[in-house]
């Protein structure tokens, strides 16, 4: 924006806090008396503010110092602001908590709680203010103190690691991929238990948690801060404003009423009316100031955070208990149109009269972010032979699965953030029909980063014609997300088993083998759409004593419908000579075919064979037999397995 320097511009606005620029302050002048050389004029330059990042009420736990979940879009603003504008690159900052004027009642001069409530909302606005100080710094020795030092209702409790665990876990930084989903209640609450009484676990927990809330974020105590980590507890770095700085003080009518309702216990009015009118005072300040600012601790006016009002108040406007404590009939009092809310001069000069910091009415929020995560959906991969995980696509196999069979499918899902808290990708099987087939997922539902697996499981056979519909579809909010590639619901046959079923002697000599196989669904008449087809291939032969062949060619038998059954298989040669001895091998495997997904002349798994005819002599008597065993066998493209087969048959005197 190039009025930016002239007039300040909003970086980031929403429910939880602005960033913004300060517009760029009017050049100094300076009166200075003539030198000699020896001579030098001394020019005390004032603190500017080149940007700020009001944190609101919202991102605490009310009363508490419990950084909330949601606080991660003003880190990522914050972190964004530094990065994109080279006025705030390398700034060094100063955080500054701030209270609302309850306890025991509003702030009242001459009240029997006044003091009291100062000293309370002293240390509240402190423990805020160090809360963000440890959460930039990645610190959590910080937190455990927060942790095990309650201010009366700000105790952190089981309650907060409960939604720590919980955000993790739906934030991605558990890297468990999911797992934690299927926890009993009573484990979750066991871990909580665990860790809420492990001071390592704890600060194991908070560092986690931190890295989820600030992503790359991270500032160092000696180089970003104002007074470089140079003064104890955090001098110059962190304050705690108490009370005294209201934005917004109600009209007298309004105060009056509010006073009753505490007088009578009124405890729907107090926190339904009161106490969200006053959060827009309860806020953290991260002021930014001109690149190269520093400031020596002894000689910063405001206290530490972990010290008393005593500080503070000697740095008020001469009448700043007036101005934090006068109410207006009919009107509210606002800073932002009168300047005089505050009690603190200095912190009123170094925020100044008209910053966007000090307003009540921040721009309007941007549009929420949607949540808007990324998914992909593998492939069914069926494997030949099936396997139910990890199968190999080396083949081409088109995308399928036998019916009653499972599959695991990997699901990745990126960028479950913040926004995604409490919904789920809805995960199902599209376009289920009795013509496309049906099969089932489980898991239905996942919410997190990770790469997940599903169980698809077959169902009804798609219909030949319809191949490749079904597809996994992942949904959130009723949108489709992701998809799948399309796949399939078939049986294919698997495995030859040969038995010998009778011998052939006669003008060839040979035998007979029954020939049986299975389907991979376990169910041998859902084969009903698919063919198998031998594939034989001449090997060496002797000749003599066997013929010469004409041709060495590859012969496929003709394709047959794969659900039949009682078919037997003849392996004859013409009768060979007497002698001399010699051999006449063939190989032979199975191949198939597939109307529902598309396969073709795919290898029938476990199908392969060698059969070995040989002329031997015994005594003085030649013979013949011949002999079938499983092997891996490769004719052309395809190569199988070894199926089941060890038989030879009767010896055949020859001639």
Known sequence: MPDDKKKGAIHSSSEGGTA???????????????????????????????????????????????????????MQAFSSLRKQNPQVMGSPISIFGHADPSFQGNFEVGSQYAKSGDDYNKTLSGRRAIAIYALLIRDPSFWNTLYTKHL????????????????????????SGGSSQNSSDSAKNSRVHDIANDSGQRQQLFLQYMTFLCGDLKLDKSADFLARNAGPDQKGDVQGCSRFNPLLLFSSEDEAGFKQAFADKDETTLRGERDPRNAVNRRVMILIFKKGSQVLPAKWPCPSYKDGTAGCIKRFWSDGNTRRSTHTSGAERKFELSADTFACRFYQRISGDKSPC??????????????????????????NPYVPRNASTADGMPDSIPPSKTYEVEVTVANWTAECLGKHIELSIANSSSDNGTATISPAQIADNGTFKVTITGGDQTKPGNGGKLKIQAKLNGAVKAESPGFTVCAHPIDLINAFAGDVNGGGVGMRVTVDWHSDSGTFTELDEAEF???????????????????????????????????????????????????????????????RCGANNKNQPNSGFNIIHEVFQVSTTWKHHVTKVGATVTIGANTSQPGTAGFTSPDHTLP
């Open 358 to 383: 000090n307003s009540t009415s921040p721009p309007p929020p941007p549009a929420p972010r949607p949540c808007s995560p990324t998914i992909s959906i593998g492939h069914v991969v069926r494997g």
């Open 533 to 595: 087809s031998e594939v034989v291939k001449p090997g060496p032969r002797n000749s003599p004593p066997f013929a010469t062949l004409a041709s060495s060619r590859q012969v496929n038998s003709g394709f047959l419908a794969s659900n039949l059954t009682g078919l037997v298989d003849t392996h004859t040669t013409g009768r060979p000579s007497a002698g001399p001895a010699g051999s006449n091998n063939f190989d032979q495997l199975f191949i198939f075919k597939c109307h």
């Open 20 to 74: 913004g620029i300060y517009p760029a302050p009017d050049p100094s002048e300076f009166l200075v008396a003539p030198s000699t050389s020896t001579e030098s004029n001394n020019i005390n330059l004032n603190l500017f503010l080149t940007a700020y990042m009001c944190i609101s009420d919202i991102r605490f736990k009310f009363d508490s110092s419990f950084v909330l979940p949601a606080v991660q879009a003003e």
């Open 152 to 175: 009366g209702s700000d105790i952190w409790g089981e309650d907060s690691i409960r939604i720590m665990l919980d955000a993790l876990r739906h934030g991605g930084s558990s890297g």
